[in-house]
């Protein structure tokens, strides 16, 4: 439906965005801060970022993100230097 594509274009710009964001901080997915380990992948916040910026990028709701990470309990609170598990 017309709702559904408004939708997803709306997700895919905010997914862009966020994907802009982290590159213009020195951090894309691939980045020094993006580490694998067993399968699974980490990130590691840097200045100014947020659960968010970091969420979007890797395609992932809020919900998702704070599913694999059950250590944090303050989402709104997370410094620099937090290592999330992103995958």
């Known amino acids: 439906s017309a709702l559904d594509l408004l939708i997803h274009r709306h997700r895919a710009a905010a997914e862009q965005y966020a994907r802009v964001l ?42 998702e993100l704070l599913r694999l990470n059950p250590q944090i309990a303050k989402p709104n609170e997370v410094q620099s230097g937090t290592r999330v598990r992103v995958r």
């Open 22 to 63: 982290l590159q213009d901080a020195g951090a894309a997915e691939e980045a020094a801060g993006d580490e694998e380990m067993n399968g699974q992948r980490f990130y590691e916040l840097r200045e100014g970022q947020t659960l968010w910026t970091v969420s979007n990028a890797y395609g992932l709701s809020m919900t």
